[in-house]
């Protein structure tokens, strides 16, 4: 009876133990930057947000730049 109680007891310790695991994914890594050409601010007060890339699913996307008031 004691060694069937240290068994369970050990099996769940080991449960409780890796069920505090987290697995990260593995993203590749960021392409460089793309160049981009800013166009004519379109009126006085706006500032330019440039482009970026962000995870998008399974693939690395390019959100293009824009201008912002």
């Known amino acids: 009876m004691l060694r069937i109680f240290k068994t369970a007891l050990i099996a769940t310790l080991m449960a ?16 460089p930057p793309i160049v981009e050409v800013v166009p004519v601010m379109p009126a006085p007060g706006y500032h330019w ?5 962000r ?15």
């Open 49 to 53: 947000v440039a482009g970026h890339y």
């Open 16 to 31: 409780a133990a890796l069920a505090g695991c987290v697995v990260e994914p593995v993203h590749p890594r960021r392409p």
């Open 55 to 69: 995870w998008g699913g399974n693939q690395w996307v390019w959100v293009p730049g824009h201008w912002r008031y």
